[in-house]
């Protein structure tokens, strides 16, 4: 198996821009996809195949993709953004997935 | 409109099973691979398995395999996940997604396993 890495927490300001980065070897070669959880709630998708933005998701939400490494990008951040992170990729059969460590965003 | 209701879970003891169940609503069911996650209390996100449109592939995490079992029945539109040799560290909410990278997700059911 592998692993993804993601920085435990990062914290930003209402309306500055939040940067959480996934890490890991298959990233180089397969999608990474993130997901955001609300406290209480069920994850929901935001990013998938690294860039694309499922409909009704903000366009404040971005994701980008160089080398092993992923970035899921929120400008103008918002106190709703309080959440906990995670990224998700696949192994190189692409079937069989792993999560991301998680990242808790902290609106201060 | 997308809906993913899971059910089955509950308190049981070690060595006990345990089988959940997900109905899915508001897609094609037999169009998409099923995925199930859980998450243990104050942890983060953990892939389970899943399984192919027909039921002809599943995969697993290596700590579940041969203690549990995905399979569907497109025709009920229905997830399942027979759990046995249940133990402590299975204890999650458990929760059912559509597709190979969980586009939409159900709310979750827990389990618990406890003496």
């Known amino acids: 198996s592998f692993e993804l890495t993601q920085p435990p927490s990062v914290s930003v300001s209402p309306g500055q821009t939040a940067r959480i980065t996934c890490s890991g070897d298959?990233?180089?070669?397969?999608?990474g996809h993130w997901y955001q959880q609300r406290p209480g709630q069920a994850p929901m998708l935001v990013i998938y195949k690294d860039t694309e933005r499922p409909s009704g998701i903000p366009e404040r939400f971005s994701g980008s993709s160089s080398g092993s490494t992923v970035t899921l990008t929120i400008s103008g951040v918002q106190a709703e953004d309080e959440a906990d992170y995670y990224c998700l990729s696949a192994d190189s059969s692409s079937v069989f997935y792993v999560f991301g460590t998680g990242t808790r965003v902290t609106v201060l | 409109e997308v809906q993913l209701v899971e059910s089955g879970g509950g308190l049981v003891q070690p060595g006990g099973s345990l089988r959940l169940s997900c109905a899915a609503s508001?897609?094609?069911?037999?169009?998409?691979?099923m995925t199930w996650v859980r998450q243990a209390p104050g942890k983060g996100l953990e892939w389970v398995a899943n399984i192919k449109q027909d039921g002809s592939e599943r995969y697993y995490v290596d700590s579940v395999k041969g203690r549990f079992t995905i399979s569907r029945d497109n025709a009920k539109n229905s997830l399942y996940l027979q759990m046995n040799s249940l133990r402590g560290d299975d204890t999650a909410v458990y929760y059912c997604?559509?597709?190979?990278?969980?586009?939409?997700w159900g709310q979750g059911t827990l389990v618990t396993v406890s003496p």
């Open positions: 997604a559509s597709g190979a990278v969980a586009t939409y």
């Open positions: 298959p990233l180089s070669k397969q999608y």
């Open positions: 508001g897609f094609t069911f037999n169009d998409f691979w």
